[in-house]
């Protein structure tokens, strides 16, 4: 069974372009990584999405190496609005449906 | 947000009681989601719908109950077997295969 590990928490300035990873082993080659951004006390709300590649939208890239252990976040030039909590999301598709999120990154942004 | 409605906003439980929380979307999503959420931490999948008529269970299942009349509802009821049901319930929806769900934006359920 698939699990995803991210780091607890980041810290970053603003202007800077910051990288949060999630390891998540024993996935499938059409299996999906979405990441999500959350602000205290309200829902999730979806930053990107690939599973393979590279792939980039006006807010964010996700990076995802050949061998798909690991997926990368990267918010280019953060501000003090990007302080949150990053969630990577699993899908897998082979049998039943199964959806995984990782444990969460705290990004704090400082001035 | 995005279409997807949940209510309360808070929601106070007393001991043995049930409680049926809402959750309603207008995104024309065929599957819908819900998530428990403890301070701190991740979410955990309580029950999904796939279609009408249809749901499983997630990782939590145990003390939840849920229903899918409806295209646009999936209410969860979280039944007094629930023995430590304070926390924050988050609701989403899909398209088939759930790659992108989309958020509500949260039920804080706590016990008195």
């Known amino acids: 069974l698939a699990k995803t590990t991210q780091p607890i928490s980041m810290d970053s300035y603003e202007g800077q372009e910051v990288n949060i990873t999630c390891s998540h082993n024993?996935?499938?080659?059409?299996?999906?990584i979405t990441w999500y951004q959350q602000f205290p006390s309200q829902g999730p709300r979806f930053i990107i999405q690939?599973?393979?590649t590279k792939v980039t939208n006006e807010v964010a890239s996700l990076f995802i190496p050949a061998d798909r252990k690991s997926s990368t976040l990267s918010l280019p030039r953060v501000s003090l609005s990007d302080t949150a909590v990053y969630y990577c999301?699993?899908?897998?598709?082979?049998?039943?449906?199964?959806?995984?999120f990782g444990t969460g990154t705290r990004l704090k942004v400082l001035a | 947000d995005g279409g997807i409605t949940q209510s309360p906003k808070y929601l106070f439980r007393k001991e043995g009681q049930n409680v049926t929380l809402s959750c309603e979307q207008n995104?024309?999503?065929?599957?819908m989601y819900w998530y428990r959420q403890d301070p701190g931490q991740g979410l955990r999948l309580i029950y999904y719908?796939?279609?009408?008529?249809?749901?499983q269970k997630g990782d939590i299942a145990e003390g939840y109950s849920v229903s899918r009349e409806k295209k646009e509802s999936f209410p969860l009821t979280v039944t007094s077997a629930q023995k430590n049901p304070t926390a924050f319930y988050l609701c989403a929806s899909s398209r088939p295969g759930g790659e992108t769900q989309y958020f509500g934006p949260g039920t804080r359920l706590l016990v008195l």
């Open positions: 024993n996935i499938a080659t059409n299996d999906y």
């Open positions: 690939g599973y393979k």
């Open positions: 999301l699993v899908v897998l598709t082979s049998g039943t449906y199964k959806y995984i």
């Open positions: 995104l024309n999503h065929d599957a």
């Open positions: 719908s796939q279609i009408v008529n249809d749901f």
